[in-house]
């Protein structure tokens, strides 16, 4: 285990409000962080609405990580900047954490085990996610990652596929248990790559996948599972037909776009009892100051207009647009936690400093004035 770096943190900055700084300063390539501005606190980043003694299980904690960045999604990453990243996360209080066999073919798996298996195993929580079987190839397939794993893969929603992922990935992880399992990219916008329609691959997984957790939730093996996919169809399905207990929403809740998740997504999951975690919440960078949005690399032709006018009121009430997105995408109550990725220790830090910071209630008054955010969407209070 590498030794720990020591941070400065924003808030040993004086927690005062930092200074303006340019509209999406250091945009310039992978790493860059937008200044927090703000007054921060010392608030917990806890879920204050978790309770572990009633109903289906819900992470208590609020702030987590995602694996994308931590795979080589979208950049390369060296094994060392990516322990740093870990343990900034966990210094600065993220204690949830997400990854996948997917995400740089084992990669990132690999490099959360390595970080994390030295602390206490109750002191977090570990989603990771079945879906595809690894194989090891000297002819590594063309994926989005950056320098994977030298492995390939293929789909497999099976019973038996489904004990297997997990058995391998507990190997990756070097860890005994994980706590939330979700099936992965099961949905329309993956056909393409899932080799039929969705729906025949949900009837497999209906089959296999689905009675195969709720058996390993049952035998106290996982915690939870649910599914983790970027539309909204398979999760409005599976709380119809099957048992699911939590949901990873990715590229579906955000600050710039949020209507269909908050009026027909999150009611549904909220009357089956499930909680949501919402992946991607800074839309993969687009919302702390990155020309790239979500994970095909196109901007919307409406984004830059919206997102211009968000970042002019933040500005008025002395805020950046991260710290607005993160503290929206958390706000609702069926949402448990939020998981924005990070590649390097000062976008970990960055992302626990935008939790505590007391954004104005104007601000939000603001933007549902301007019809910038849904008039019934729930926002956090200053107090």
């Known amino acids: 285990m590498l030794p720990r770096r020591r941070f400065l943190s924003h808030a040993a900055m004086g927690g005062a409000a930092l200074a303006a700084a340019p509209l999406f300063a250091g945009t310039a390539g992978p790493g860059s962080v937008l200044p927090t501005r703000g007054d921060i606190g010392e608030r917990s980043l806890a879920d204050a609405r978790h309770d572990a003694g009633q109903g289906r299980y819900r992470p208590p904690h609020l702030l987590g990580l995602g ?10 990453a060296t094994d060392a900047q990516a322990q740093q990243t870990l343990e900034a996360a ?6 949830f954490f997400d990854t996948s066999p997917w995400y740089g073919l084992g990669l990132s798996e ?15 929580v570990l989603s990771t996610k079945v879906g595809r079987l690894l194989t090891a190839t000297s002819d590594v397939p063309d994926t989005m990652w950056q320098s994977p794993s030298p492995f390939d893969y293929r789909y497999d929603y099976s019973a038996e596929g489904t004990r297997r992922s997990i058995e391998d990935s507990l190997q990756r992880l070097g860890i005994e248990r994980i706590d939330i399992v979700f099936i992965h990219d099961l949905s329309p916008d993956n056909e393409e790559d899932l080799g039929m329609p969705w729906a025949q691959r949900f009837e497999e997984a209906a089959k296999g996948a689905m009675p195969e957790l709720t058996r390993m939730r049952e035998e106290g093996l996982i915690k939870a599972w649910g599914f983790g996919v970027n539309r909204p169809e398979p999760a409005l399905r599976a709380v119809q037909e099957a048992d699911p207990d939590i949901f990873l929403l990715a590229c579906q809740y955000s600050l710039l776009d949020h209507e269909q998740a908050l009026h ?16 991607a919440p800074l839309l993969a960078g687009y919302l702390a100051g990155r020309d790239r949005y979500l994970y095909d690399g196109s901007v919307p ?3 830059p207009e919206k997102r211009q006018r968000v970042q002019t009121i933040a500005d008025a009430h002395g805020i950046d647009l991260r710290t607005a997105a993160l503290q929206f995408a958390a706000a609702p109550e069926v949402v448990s936690s939020v998981i924005p990725g990070a590649r390097t220790a000062e976008q970990a830090q960055a992302n626990a400093a935008s939790m505590r910071v007391r954004i104005p209630d104007g601000f939000w008054r603001d933007l549902k004035s301007e019809r910038l955010i849904a008039q019934d969407a729930p926002v956090p209070s200053a107090s």
């Open 264 to 279: 027909e997504t999150f009611p549904a999951i909220a009357a089956h009892g499930a909680s949501v975690v919402v992946g």
């Open 90 to 95: 966990l210094d600065s209080g993220a204690r």
């Open 67 to 76: 694996g994308v960045a931590i795979g080589n999604g979208f950049a390369p």
């Open 301 to 303: 032709d409406w984004a």
């Open 110 to 124: 690999r490099r959360f085990g390595h970080a994390l298996h030295a602390h206490p195993r109750d002191s977090y």
